[in-house]
């Protein structure tokens, strides 16, 4: 299919072309930049998070990194394997849950760019949506959630400093002008949090399930919590406040783990990839969460931000 999908949406419509991407992590933010490179501009972004895209019925042109909406896209790119269920909701796909990042299939299916540049940054890209990342990058992160959070539509400016500047480490995500405004504003009330973090990160659980309440502090930094904590237990769960009530939930797991992140996840109506995915939880599901992971022969740690470990 590849670059014949850029002339088949061409040939289609008009643009500009509506483009949603993910707008949490630097895998959808980067595979928006590249849609605005492969289409020379002529787009429109929006961003959304799995849960919204989901259940939106809004349609658009081209959907990147999600869910496709109930309302549709003309083309899906995507790499999460939970989203396979949904391709009936797109016109033409690029769709592989063995590629290592959705910038790659973007980059590989719809862009005509030898710049070596772009191709460093699409390599990073993957590396990072894989799990490998140093302190900055998982900073960056949560400094995109924040904006996600607070400031959504200046993702679409971030989309294009990250095309103007192609990031290969995190020290180049770091000096993104979007992202180091976005780190003075917030470096006050990361501080505590980083601290804690540090702290909750000298664990050694053995065969055990960390699951990290975060609810009363800032959601957005729940990537650098589970960066620091990575060594800390087999499995990582972060708890933050979610919409309507709701708990919002990340979770990581080691490779030799007795249960996987995917397995979690799906077992309370959520999705992603093997080691790396998410949820929406209720209060009332922690019970049952906690006895899940003891009935598969694991110990449970529950540690709560800002208490003593």
């Not at 088949?8 to 500009?16: E, I, M, S």
């Not at 083309?75 to 790659?104: C, Q």
Request: aromatic share 6%; glycine share 8%.
């Amino acid at each position: 299919m590849g670059l014949d999908l850029v002339g088949w949406l061409q040939g289609l419509k008009d643009p500009p072309y509506t483009v949603l991407s993910h707008g949490e992590d630097l895998d959808g933010i980067f595979s928006a930049s590249l849609v605005h490179l492969a289409f020379l501009g002529q787009v429109e972004m929006k961003f959304m998070a799995p849960d919204e895209s989901k259940i939106s019925s809004k349609s658009y042109d081209i959907t990147l990194d999600l869910p496709p909406t109930k309302g549709g896209t003309l083309i899906l790119i995507d790499h999460h394997d939970s989203n396979g269920e949904l391709l009936a909701r797109a016109k033409k796909h690029i769709f592989d849950p063995k590629a290592p990042s959705t910038a790659e299939l973007v980059f590989k299916g719809l862009v005509d760019e030898c710049d070596p540049r772009i191709e460093a940054a699409v390599r990073f890209t993957s590396e990072v949506d894989r799990g490998v990342m140093d302190e900055k990058t998982a900073l960056f992160t949560s400094l995109v959630r924040r904006i996600f959070r607070m400031r959504r539509e200046r993702l679409a400016k971030l989309s294009l400093e990250l095309l103007k500047n192609p990031p290969r480490t995190g020290e180049d995500l770091m000096s993104v002008p979007t992202i180091s405004s976005e780190w003075n504003l917030s470096k006050k009330e990361m501080e505590p949090v980083m601290l804690w973090a540090g702290k909750l990160g000298r664990l050694d659980l053995k065969n055990t399930v960390l699951i990290i309440d975060v609810r009363g502090f800032p959601g957005y930094s729940t990537p650098y919590i589970l960066y620091k904590t990575k060594d800390s237990a087999d499995v990582l769960i972060t708890l933050t406040e979610g919409k309507n009530g709701c708990i919002r939930s990340s979770i990581r797991s080691k490779d030799d783990s007795l249960i996987s992140a995917i397995e979690i996840a799906r077992r309370f109506g959520g999705g992603g990839h093997r080691n790396a995915a998410g949820m929406l939880i209720n209060e009332s599901d922690l019970e049952r969460l906690q006895r899940f992971i003891v009935e598969r022969g694991m110990r449970v740690y529950v540690a709560k931000i800002g208490s003593s470990i």
